[in-house]
């Protein structure tokens, strides 16, 4: 299979190789790690040190705020979590540059104004984000690593997903057609 290039940059990688890929990097973690791989820890690590460097008294007396600011002996930016998704965004970065896909665009269809598109896309971004600390992991955490030690959690949560992305989608599709 052969994904077709983009206008202004290389080709796509074939997804089933890249999922190859991720399985493989997913395995790897767990080999070196100990454990799987996630996003929503190292987000909630940097808020934590955020609010520490604003607000100390607060983040000290804040339980959840505390967990991830943890006991001194390491500072909560070398959670391994915190250096993964530096990594991940590095790594994305010089993908796009080597592949010529970073410029700045926003994808929206031409029923929805860029405003509009960014207003959702902020929305559901913040949703998603109160989900996953909700249900202390997010969708990368929760359906890869989760799903890869068979959490029958994991995969109903990744089915409930899918379920709702299909509902959803009727309402959004218009916009971009």
Same mark, same amino acid.
């Given at each position: /299979?052969?994904?077709?290039?983009?206008?202004?940059?290389?080709?796509?990688?074939?997804?089933?190789?890249?999922?190859?890929?991720?399985?493989?990097?997913?395995?790897?973690?767990?080999?070196? /790690?100990?454990?799987?791989?996630?996003?929503? #820890?190292?987000?909630?690590?940097?808020? !934590?040190?955020?609010?520490?460097?604003? +607000?100390?008294?607060?983040?000290?007396?804040?339980?959840?705020?505390?967990?991830? *600011?943890?006991? #001194?002996?390491?500072?909560?930016?070398?959670?391994?979590?915190?250096?993964?998704?530096?990594?991940?965004?590095?790594?994305?970065?010089?993908?796009? *540059?080597? +592949?010529? =896909?970073?410029?700045?665009?926003?994808? =929206?269809?031409?029923?929805?104004?860029?405003?509009?598109?960014?207003?959702? !896309?902020?929305? %559901?971004?913040?949703? /998603?984000?109160? %989900?996953? =600390?909700?249900? =202390?992991?997010?969708?990368?955490?929760?359906? *890869?690593? #989760?799903?890869?030690? *068979?959490?029958?959690? +994991?995969?109903?949560? /990744?089915?409930?997903?899918?379920?709702?992305?299909? +509902?959803?989608?009727?309402?959004?599709?218009?916009?971009?057609?």
């Amino acid at each position: /299979m052969t994904v077709a290039p983009k206008p202004g940059g290389a080709p796509y990688w074939n997804p089933y190789l890249a999922g190859i890929g991720l399985g493989l990097v997913l395995l790897t973690a767990f080999v070196i /790690m100990g454990h799987g791989i996630g996003a929503s #820890g190292a987000v909630a690590s940097v808020v !934590a040190v955020a609010v520490h460097t604003v +607000a100390p008294v607060h983040a000290d007396s804040n339980t959840y705020l505390r967990a991830y *600011l943890g006991d #001194g002996t390491t500072p909560p930016l070398e959670n391994w979590l915190v250096i993964e998704v530096a990594g991940i965004l590095i790594g994305g970065l010089l993908s796009g *540059l080597l +592949a010529g =896909r970073v410029r700045w665009v926003v994808e =929206r269809g031409p029923r929805i104004s860029v405003p509009g598109r960014l207003t959702r !896309a902020l929305a %559901g971004g913040i949703i /998603m984000g109160f %989900g996953s =600390r909700l249900a =202390r992991g997010c969708t990368s955490g929760l359906a *890869l690593t #989760g799903g890869a030690l *068979l959490s029958v959690g +994991a995969w109903a949560f /990744m089915l409930a997903i899918f379920a709702g992305g299909y +509902a959803a989608a009727p309402l959004f599709r218009r916009q971009w057609r």
